[in-house]
């Protein structure tokens, strides 16, 4: 555990191990309803070879979707609350950029919350 003379450091792990992403994520409120976008940029190794990461992004979004759903409505109804199957996009490259080691791909998830959830109160 020593790096030189100095108080005992654990050595740094190498981060390539875990899978790269970038996440973004979108509310709106249209006519009535909530859609929910979320978008995650990885590469397609990623989404061709790793089931655990879909599966763990997929319930993450589903997470997600909940929590808009009672701070927007004041309450959850997951059989009203329609979560889409998610779309994979190709990155398209920008002019001048480096190309990637690895392509890239976005998968975009969505969702449609009705306003129209009340909260269910116990009496």
């Known amino acids: 555990m020593t790096n030189g003379n100095g108080i005992p450091m654990p050595k740094k792990r190498d981060n390539s191990y875990g899978a ?18 979320h978008s995650v ?21 589903r997470k997600k979707v909940e929590n808009v759903a009672e701070d927007y409505t004041g309450g959850i109804d997951l059989n009203s609350i329609q979560i889409n199957d998610p779309v994979v996009l190709e990155l398209a490259e920008a002019d001048g950029d480096l190309k990637p080691e690895e392509p890239q791909v976005i998968v ?9 959830i009340g909260r269910k109160e116990l009496h």
């Open 41 to 61: 940029v990885t590469s397609e190794r990623t989404i061709l070879d790793n089931l655990n990461w879909r599966i763990r992004t997929f319930e993450s979004f």
């Open 108 to 116: 975009n998830f969505t969702a449609i919350i009705p306003t129209n």
């Open 20 to 37: 790269n992403y970038e996440e973004l994520s979108s509310v709106k409120n249209l006519d009535g309803k909530i859609l929910m976008m």
